[in-house]
């Protein structure tokens, strides 16, 4: 990160009273200055991977790929193995985009978390719009787990099985799956996926589950009673869409513990920390010490394998076509130059590192 953005970011934090994680950073101790580490390298030396989300339409552009491929040593399809994508008419199967975001991730080295085979949105037009007894719903999903996740078997580090199955108040979320097949669709899938790639780490994945609260809570006691039942699970996936005017989840690193607790991995899996636009010194200083304070939780825990941003730079970002006037919620900014949220992130895992 430029030295003089560094400086005048220590400047309006002091100035607003808010010295934090910055403050162990002076900008003459700069972390670039004889550095070619990346996020990677040094989650690696914790080892844990630090990764990013990438999509195919970014494929084209080079100076991305560059970064993508150099500074983070794991990568998530944002939207390649949905099953929009996967299988866009019943029975025919389409891999062309999750094996190109495969491919690069194995010729860069890194490791690739598979997202994701059960959820309620980006579905097929012939699935939201069909009508399906129980019965054929089960032996459909069954094909698409089972074809999909066979296709990568050995290829992926972990797959997303079911993605986001909870409401706010911990209730079961009202899905074609839910509702067509009842709470079992979770167990059966998780079958299913076991038997298709029995390497893969099998992940449970939603949002708003960072803090301890009733949709996290859900997710423990569903959890738990998988385990009881023998029921192949070996992680939960927190992803991590942050915004600042809502507030730390202060109870992450609790809540990540009692879930390794259970004996599960736990990893922060489409981390991004949005604010209001446009951006200044102050909320990007705020930002920084938040991505610093997700990567210390996770550093914290011992079954947290590692965080992935939900994209790293703010030109590919989901946020500002979804919620109308935020952003700037990745570590790079719309020109793919680090922000402080970048060096406060390398800070936190250098410093869990050395020790
Ligand atoms: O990043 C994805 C974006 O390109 C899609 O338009 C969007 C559609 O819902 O999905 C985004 O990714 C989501 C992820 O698959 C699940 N968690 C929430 C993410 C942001 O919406």
């Given at each position: 990160m430029p030295h003089r953005l560094a400086a005048s970011v220590a400047a309006s934090l002091a100035a607003a009273g808010l010295v934090t994680a910055m403050a162990a950073t002076p900008a003459s101790a700069g972390p670039d200055r004889h550095d070619d580490t990346t996020l990677g390298r040094l989650a690696a030396d914790t080892h844990r991977y630090f990764g990013s989300a990438t999509d195919n339409p970014e494929f084209s552009d080079?100076?991305?790929?560059?970064i993508l491929g150099s500074e983070f040593n794991s990568t998530t399809a944002g939207n390649a193995l949905k099953w929009y994508a996967t299988e866009p008419q019943q029975g025919v199967f389409d891999f062309t985009q999750g094996d190109q975001v495969l491919d690069f991730a194995r010729r860069h080295?890194?490791?690739f978390r598979a997202h994701t085979l059960v959820w309620h949105n980006q579905l097929p037009d012939w699935l939201n719009n069909g009508t399906f007894t129980a019965d054929q719903l089960r032996a459909i999903l069954k094909k698409h787990i089972t074809t999909v996740a066979r296709h990568y078997k050995g290829k992926v580090y972990s797959w997303d099985v079911v993605n986001e199955a909870f409401n706010e108040d911990g209730t079961y979320r009202d899905t074609i799956f839910y509702r067509?097949?009842?709470?079992?669709?979770?167990?059966?899938?998780?079958?299913?996926a076991r038997e298709a790639d029995p390497h893969a780490k099998l992940y449970?994945?939603?949002?708003?589950?960072?803090a301890i609260g009733p949709k996290s809570d859900a997710y423990y006691a569903l959890v738990k009673s998988l385990r009881a039942q023998h029921v192949p699970i070996d992680g939960v996936g927190f992803q991590g869409h942050l915004a600042l005017q809502?507030?730390?989840?202060?109870?992450?690193?609790?809540?990540?513990?009692?879930?390794?607790?259970?004996?599960?991995?736990?990893?922060?899996?489409e981390l991004d920390?949005?604010?209001?636009?446009?951006?200044?010194?102050t909320k990007l200083a705020t930002q920084a010490d938040w991505y610093a304070r997700v990567t210390k939780a996770c550093l914290a825990v011992r079954r947290c394998v590692g965080i992935t941003v939900w994209d790293y730079t703010d030109k590919y970002s989901w946020i500002p076509a979804v919620f109308q006037g935020e952003g700037a919620a990745l570590p790079y900014?719309?020109?793919?130059?680090?922000k402080p949220a970048y060096t406060a992130i390398r800070d936190a895992l250098r410093s869990a590192g050395r020790h």
């Open positions: 080079a100076a991305y790929l560059g080295h890194m490791s067509t097949l009842g709470p079992g669709y979770i167990a059966d899938a998780l079958r299913w449970l994945n939603d949002y708003n589950i960072e809502y507030g730390y989840p202060d109870t992450l690193e609790q809540n990540l513990r009692r879930f390794a607790d259970l004996g599960l991995d736990v990893a922060i899996t920390i949005r604010m209001y636009v446009p951006a200044d010194a900014d719309e020109n793919l130059q680090p």
